[in-house]
């Protein structure tokens, strides 16, 4: 695996570095000569957003106060279907890096390490380390940051005293260093946008876009914000741009009733927070003020996207520099009874996909597209050969050439023993056991259907149309898998261990 040079890779891999003055690129200038002969090939900049739901104004919701999203959406290609191939953390950052879909073996967790799932993969940004690039990770990228941590030039990560859980206020802080009180699920405090972890990553952003556009080296930079993901702290201002009442909080008994056992989970994540009841479903007004929370949380990070994005136009370098943006899965905010991801409903799969790319008209695309596709479009759009066999993805640039192009038609996304089938307006999931015997399905008609509130899978008319979804979900997506594509295509416990209740923290 390619090394990244003057570094030691050891010390990278195993230390976690608070950096609050960031270190000035080593490389050379470009001269002016250069300059007039080369060609500059067009940098990345690539954002990760955790928990991020298409909870923003450019994809039409209703509330979400966006400002920034909204304008760049204007400037690019919005994926308006776009859906995670596993809606959990870990395991879906591992699948985009690599563009290799999850299996048997592979990214299945949110503690998900992909140098040790995958070991001979190259990774995105280690394919543009080898190119020539510059690259540089802030924040959460990979679910651990000394993860393929050889692969970037410079590894930077911003985090308080309190720990990846973000509390500014000294109280909550104290409640988090104590293992014996739960941590409080949301905060609202009267700080800067600096006391928190994503505003310092913003800062972290800017600082080195300005470096860059001295040296004028191409680069990728990916950036990778925390929230919206639990608890749900921003500063008080964000939380002001919201009038609670006017918020969408759906009843508490709203999961169809058609729909099998296996689809619902527990929502262990939210339930190791402090006043969250440890069964039954939540009062509505802490339903409310978590929901009020996560949408104070999506304002923040829209407000330090648009510094980044600012700096991009100052600096100069907007004109030739991508600019991609994606949620690693969806979130429930009491949409079937569910809180968190961790399912199969459509709430945890689909996310936002903005890419802005130089030359290129913006355009809605209405094309069902995946996040493995994100590998093999930046390779189209840089013009760089992608790793021979390896990834699994489409690329994306013809549909955002001619956005009427349907795309290859399918998604493909996968949790616990589930895997759904995404075509056209048809949701299809089904479970399998260890012995590939299905044990549980679900299907649902978006065409008229899509809060997903009624299973026709056991309807005698829907009958055909699951058996033929059937089908194609073992071979549209299973032939990539090879002889044992039934293996690999469903995610199941391997063994006892893995049966017992997880208390999902990512």
Known sequence: MHRASGMNPSMIRHSLVVVLALLTPSVAPLNAADAQTQPSPPNILFIAVDDLRPAIGAYGDPVAVTPHLDRLAQQSSLFERAYCNVPVCGASRASIMSGIRPGFDRYRRYFTWLEKETPDAVTLNDHFQQNGYTTLSVGKIYHHIADSADTWDRVYDSIGESGWRDYALEENARKARDPNQPDPAYEASDVTDLAYRDGRLAQMAVNELQQLARTGEPFFLALG??????????????????????????????????????????????????????????????????????????????????????????????????????????????????????????????????????????????????????????????????????????????????????????????????????????????????DDQRYARMLFDHTTDPAEAQNLAELPEWADTVARMQQRLLKERGAEAGDNQLKDIFVRFKDLADRKKEVFDD
């Open 225 to 434: 914000f925390l929230k919206p993901h639990l608890p749900f702290n921003a500063p008080q201002k964000y939380w002001d741009l919201y009038d609670p009442a006017a918020l969408p909080v759906p009843p508490a008994g709203n999961n169809p009733e058609s729909a099998p056992a296996a689809a619902f989970h527990a929502w262990g994540e939210l339930r190791a927070y402090a006043e969250v009841p440890a069964k039954g479903p939540l009062p509505d007004s802490l339903a409310r003020k978590l929901i009020h929370g996560y949408y104070a949380c999506v304002s923040a990070t829209d407000a330090q996207i648009g510094q980044v994005m600012t700096a991009l136009e100052r600096t100069g370098l907007a004109d030739n520099t991508i600019v991609v943006i994606w949620g690693d899965h969806g979130y429930n905010l009491r949409e079937h009874g569910l809180w968190c991801k961790h399912c199969n409903f459509n709430t945890a799969m689909q996310v936002p996909l903005i890419i802005k790319a130089p030359g290129m008209a913006p355009a809605r695309i209405r094309g069902i597209t995946e996040l493995i596709d994100l590998y093999p479009t930046l390779c189209t759009l840089t013009g760089l050969k992608p790793p021979a066999g390896q990834l699994d993805g489409q690329d994306l640039v013809p549909l955002m050439q001619n956005p009427s192009l349907p795309g290859d038609g399918v998604a493909v996304s996968k949790y616990g023993n589930g895997v759904t089938l995404i075509e056209d307006n048809l949701f299809y999931t089904e479970w399998r056991r260890a």
